[in-house]
C-alpha cells in the first residue's frame, strides 16, 4: 500500500471527509472566502486586543478592511451587476453590507482605534462564521469536531442577542462619536457621517433589530420619566433625548401604518 492510500485511509478511519471538503470549497469558493475573511476579523480583534503579532493600531486596521472586504463580497454576491443609475443607487443603500461597507469607511481613518467600533464587526463575524462553520463540519463527517459543533450551537443559541447587541452598539456609537471628538480621538466630520449609516441601518428592511433597539429604548427612556421620585431637570433631559431623536428618525418609520 502507498504512502498516500495509507493516508487516505487514516483519514477515512477518523470519519474526516477531506475530499468532500476540497470539493465543497472549489464549488463555493466565494461562500468559503467570506468565512475565511470573518475568520481573520476574529483573529485581528483579538490581535488588537493582544498585539503579539504587530501592533493594536496594525490589527484595528485590518480587522475594519476585512471587514470592508466582507462587505464587498456580499454586495457582489446579492446585487452582481453594477449600474450608473439613481434606482441602482436605491437598491443599493438598502442592503445591509453596503450599510457595513460604509462603516468601516467611516472608523478606518479616524485619529486613533476606538474599541467600541469593533464589536459590530466581530460580533457579526462570529454569528456568521459559525453557521458556515456548521456547513464545513457536516461536510467532514457528521461526527467530526463535536467540541466545535457544541460551540457553534452555544453561539446560535445566542444569535438573537448577539444581534440585540449589535444594535445597541450602533445606537451608544452615535453620541459616543460626539464625545470622541471632545477627546481629540475623532474627526469633526464623523458624527455626521455616522448619523447617516444609522439612518440607513433604522430604515434597514431585512435587518429590524436596529429600529426595533431604538424602540426598546425609547419605552425605557419614557417609562423612567414617569418615576415620581425621578428629579424634575432628569425627566426633563430624558424626554427631550426621546423627542430629539424621534424628530431625526426616519419620516416613513413614524408612521405606525409603515411598520
Partial sequence: MSETDANSESTS?????????????????????????RMSIIMFTIGYFIPIFGSSQSAYNKALIANAA???????QRIPQFQFS??????LLQEDSCHYLFYSLIFIYDIQPVTIVLMPIVLFAILHSASYSLTLLDTL????WWGA??????????????????????????????????LGRARLMTPFIYYHFLFQRYSSRRNPYTRNMFRELRVLLESTATKPNLPGFVKSLLLGIVNFTCKLAPPAQLNPNNQ
Fill in 141 to 144: 463527517g457528521q461526527n467530526s
Fill in 86 to 91: 439613481r434606482t441602482f443607487l436605491a437598491v
Fill in 149 to 182: 459543533r457544541l460551540l457553534i450551537s452555544l453561539i446560535e443559541f445566542q444569535s438573537l442577542n448577539i444581534l440585540r447587541l449589535v444594535a445597541f452598539v450602533e445606537i451608544v456609537l452615535m453620541p459616543f462619536s460626539v464625545f470622541l471628538i471632545l
Fill in 13 to 37: 478511519r477518523r470519519g474526516l471527509n477531506i475530499d468532500a471538503l476540497k470539493v465543497h470549497i472549489f464549488t463555493h469558493k466565494i461562500d468559503c472566502a467570506l468565512w475565511a475573511i
Fill in 70 to 76: 466582507v462587505s464587498a463580497l456580499r454586495l457582489h
